[in-house]
T-cell receptor
């Protein structure tokens, strides 16, 4: 039972490069979210999805795109990486309601130079 | 809008001593509250949650939290900590209809021998 799987675990990008952070869950959860974690700021919501084909913006969406073509996958795309996007990124999935437990991936540590 | 404030960024404590990690929330609607723990280089794991009912909530690893509506607080406590409790702890909130969690900035618990 894999839970929530994020790849890659580490990545270094040059300013202006693009890349996709992958997130997959095998629990048939409808809700999925992307957060970024920065020191002293906790986790901030980037984008979320309530089902295949449905996505919406969170608190800090600028510079990121998402899509949800299947229930299992929720990739996060950085269009043109900037040093301000250096962070640890977490993907989370929930059963339909947010009053249930969120399951988190192990995170992707991204450095933009 | 919801917000979650964790009043201490770091809490040093000696092994076998009691600890309290403080969390205050703001919400104009009925709120769900959570505590998550993050061990080094790992994702987040649910410790406990308050949805409704009894204001004293017991979680894993001997932790408990008390929901106090009048003080808008949800402090986390453990009567006797272990070295293995060294981690970062996040308080989070949500409410019916919201599709994600709002996190506090985190408290780093450092248990010293």
């Amino acid at each position: 039972n894999a839970g929530v799987t994020q790849t890659p675990k580490f990545q270094v990008l040059k300013t202006g490069q693009s890349m996709t952070l992958q997130c997959a869950q095998d629990m048939n959860h409808e809700y999925m979210s992307w957060y970024r974690q920065d020191p002293g700021m906790g986790l901030r919501l980037i984008h979320y999805s309530v089902g295949a084909g449905i996505t919406d913006q969170g608190e800090v969406p600028n510079g990121y795109n998402v899509s949800r073509s299947t229930t299992e996958d929720f990739p996060l795309r950085l269009l043109s990486a900037a040093p301000s996007q250096t962070s640890v990124y977490f993907c989370a999935s929930f059963v339909r309601k947010v009053d249930t437990e969120a399951f988190f991936g192990q995170g992707t540590r991204l450095t933009v130079v | 809008a919801q917000s979650v404030t964790q009043l201490d960024s770091q809490v040093p404590v000696f092994e076998e001593a009691p600890v309290e990690l403080r969390c205050n929330y703001s919400s104009s609607v009925s709120v769900y509250l959570f505590w998550y723990v993050q061990y080094p280089n790992q994702g987040l794991q649910l410790l406990l949650k308050y949805l409704s009912g009894s204001t004293l909530v017991k979680g894993i690893n001997g932790f408990e939290a008390e929901f106090n509506k009048s003080q808008t607080s949800f402090h986390l406590r453990k009567p006797s900590v272990h070295i293995s409790d060294t981690a970062e702890y996040f308080c989070a909130s949500s409410y019916t209809g919201r599709r994600a969690l709002t996190f506090g900035s985190g408290t780093r618990l450092q248990v010293q021998p």
